[in-house]
């Protein structure tokens, strides 16, 4: 394990119109956090609901906690496919993310849709250009890049992205991640920057994280604009650098900065970070990262998803964090223990906390609302301030 990157080591009533209305939606977008227990999480009060997302609609569906208890236990009951069950068995199951069978292959649900490859081009609305880059040959790792359009010659703050999707799903290369940054990039002015990182359980934590690392390493080597990527070269401005995620995004961006702060890179300052809805675990085991991550104890004694007991946390690196937060996230309460943990430490940056009302996990990278333009607009004049 690299310095600066703590981690354990390898060691009825009447069911059928909810069944009907469960059913229609089974490929949609869950948004919510990722539970301790292999099986969809509960909301965090009996009265909440949690928030599902049509892949080809930007409205949100929500279901009940009935309904929410309904569609776990479908997901636990539903049968394979003959030619699935034909090669081997289940050996473990983690919905809504993925399955593993006894012939180690690994299966990935479809609960998160708009999994299809968006093409790199110009956005047509916005005149945001996006390319896709190798950057590193040996592991695969690659990334896309936004610009807006140039009405100036003078470099623009660096957005480094991860995504969510519980470290084992998700892509810069998706139509949510298309959408975000259609709009992110226009409206913060930046060149942004998202990481392709290799997805657990094929590639066991923390390879996710030292991907992330990996990434920044190859963006300071465009320091003095000799680096192998024009666009970084060009427009990219590397001394204002911004790290960011939603989700399992969030916590890798946290893990890159404290990388970033205890290790000798040079050519690129992180300003700072924005820690969107992060996944950092709870009291309880998380048993979907014990065994994406072995050894860990899927526990708040792992500092790869408790910052609390990270020594290396006073030396992250930048001068300000921003923590958002969402009152119907599940997440919602870990969030507010970063943001705390951030604020009583010795670390010598400032931390902010933004919280959404009456919203759920990561609802700005699907829906075009008033309080996801409110939120986004809150990133860019983060980034952006003096």
Known sequence: MNQGLPSFQPTTTNLSSHIDRLMTHLTSNLLTSHSASSSLPHPRESGSTIAVIKASSSSPILLSVRECNLLRSLFSSSPMDQSSAAQGHVTHDFPPFFKVYSDGRVERYKMFGEDERIPAGEDSV?????????ISSETGVSTRIWIPRMYTTRKLPLLIHYHGGGFCVGSPFDSVGERFFSRIVPKANVVAISIDYRLAPENPLPTAHEDAFEALKWLASHSGGHGPEPWINEYADLHRTFLSGESAGGNIAHYAAIRAGTTSLTGLRIVG????????????????IMFMCPGSPGTEEDPLINPAV??????????????????????RDRGVKYYETLRDSQWTGKVELEETFEEDH?????????????LLQRMADFINRD
Do not use: W, Y
């Not at 970070?273 to 048993?287: A, N, Q, R």
């Not at 990270?310 to 119907?328: F, K, S, T």
């Open 126 to 134: 916005t005149g945001v250009r996006s390319k896709d880059v190798i």
């Open 273 to 288: 970070s924005i820690v969107v809805h992060p996944f950092f675990v709870g009291k309880e085991p998380d048993k979907m």
């Open 310 to 331: 990270d020594p290396n946390l006073p030396a992250m690196a930048g001068e300000r964090v921003l923590v958002c937060i969402a009152e119907r996230d599940g997440l």
């Open 362 to 374: 990561c609802f700005h990278m699907f829906k075009r609302t008033d309080k996801a333009d409110q």
